[in-house]
């Protein structure tokens, strides 16, 4: 039986490459992403990495050090990131039998059998060539027998330029001198409480933790802990995911681009929200029974009185429908709305989860009836609104939504508005 092999290709940069790949302008020049209301440092170029800016930094920290370097900062272009991301995915599905997506970035490849027909170094340095000739974006390649060792090797790709943007970790010497090179903290899955403790036992290299007894760190940790160190051997402990798990909770929820004072807004925001969560509902295929709404003011603000407060229910029988949901959220909304208050955030989280037409009512419930109609209208909103963008909505949504998010530097959407498309003068 061929042992398995995994490579994951992942992005450089992605949301900054994004933006840089339809200004040729700024090539070389350090650019930055904000999160949302422009508010904090999300992604950045090499170049801006070069020059010291941290990830996560509040803007206003760094306004001087962005001004002085002319460092260009973009607001997030979701939009732009998630098709780019879907063409990246695409390309590398051309390429591999078989491809779980792991992030907006990411992607895990299963390499078994490959190296029979073609060197690994070799397929790795096609997939890079490939995905920057169809797609424009840079990516680095890292080849192992697990997918931990898969993970490691590809931030070494990352880290030394002279590895050509691809490793292959799937020699067992070579994967030893580079976990004796790494801090244990670099080992995918061992965060910083984890670290700590790992070190206080004398565990401070991924080498070591990898030599460490498998039963010693099962017994002083956990199974996931000891799966690790078998996965750091060589040992594939994580298959691939052909299909992505269902999500076991929807949330959607925005710090608002202005405080909010006025319930109406709030309607408004609580709708959009509904309606987003709905829309990811369907996209799962699921329909769901528990429905939260929560909403609060900054807890960082001097000048707001703190509030925060969140209301739950349980639907009669799981839905889909977002008239549904909306009608149930307002009625949340009027059991938590306090006047007074300057509200800095709001969401609604759907949960509990059912395939459609699996969930068995009580014996005294009334039974389920879903009308084709009203799942035939949920699909209409969706196909024109995927296909035309936000075409179709709810009068509670709003038309203005003047609490939206601030994008004051979003770039155009390239590759979804027609309307935005870049002009070749």
């Not at 192992?144 to 292959?168: E, F, I, Q, R, Y």
């Amino acid at each position: 039986m061929t042992n398995p092999v995994f490579a994951l290709v992942d992005c450089n940069n992605f949301y900054a490459s994004c933006e840089k790949l339809f200004r040729p302008d700024l090539a070389d020049k350090p650019v930055v992403v904000l999160s949302n209301n422009d508010g904090c440092i999300i992604a950045r170029s090499k170049e801006a990495k070069k020059l010291g800016i941290k990830m996560g930094l509040p803007v206003f920290q760094v306004r001087d050090l962005l001004q002085k370097h002319q460092i260009v900062a973009f607001s997030s272009n979701y939009a732009l990131y998630a098709d780019m991301s879907q063409r990246v995915m695409s390309t590398l599905e051309s390429l591999a039998p078989r491809v779980e997506v792991y992030s907006i970035d990411e992607a895990f490849l299963d390499l078994t059998g490959v190296a029979c027909s073609q060197g690994l170094t070799e397929f790795g340095l096609e997939v890079r060539r490939t995905v920057q000739k169809h797609i424009g974006i840079a990516v680095c390649v890292g080849i192992a027998p697990s997918k931990t060792l898969a993970k490691l090797a590809n931030h070494a790709a990352k880290t030394w330029p002279k590895t050509g943007g691809v490793v292959d970790l799937t020699r067992k010497e070579r994967q030893r001198k580079l976990l004796s090179l790494l801090p244990v903290g670099e080992v995918w899955g061992i965060g910083g409480k984890l670290t700590k403790r790992l070190e206080q036992l004398g565990i401070t290299t991924a080498l070591q933790l990898a030599d460490a007894d498998p039963k010693f760190i099962r017994q002083h940790f956990s199974v996931v802990v000891e799966r690790t160190v078998r996965e750091l051997n060589g040992e594939s402990c994580i298959a691939l995911e052909d299909v992505a798990p269902t999500k076991k909770q929807i949330i959607s929820s925005r710090a608002f681009g202005e405080r909010i004072t006025d319930k109406q807004q709030m309607r408004e925001a609580i709708s959009e929200y509904i309606s987003r969560a709905c829309k990811k509902l369907r996209q799962e295929q699921q329909q769901a029974k528990h429905l939260t709404v929560f909403l609060r003011t900054s807890p960082f603000s001097d000048k707001d009185a703190p509030y925060s407060a969140s209301k739950s229910l349980e639907l009669d029988s799981p839905s889909s429908d977002t008239r549904v949901f909306l009608a149930n959220a307002m009625r949340l909304l009027d059991s938590l709305w306090v006047n007074g208050y300057r509200y800095a955030k709001a969401g609604v989280m759907l949960a509990d989860f059912y395939d459609p037409g699996m969930y068995q009512p009580g014996l005294f419930d009334e039974p389920l009836v879903v009308k084709e109609s009203d799942q035939k209208l949920m699909q209409l909103m969706d196909t024109l609104n995927n296909k035309h963008g936000k075409t179709l909505w709810f009068a509670s949504q709003g038309s203005e939504q003047e609490w939206g998010m601030k994008r004051e530097m979003l770039s155009p959407a390239y590759t979804t508005n027609w309307q935005e498309l870049p002009v070749a003068k």
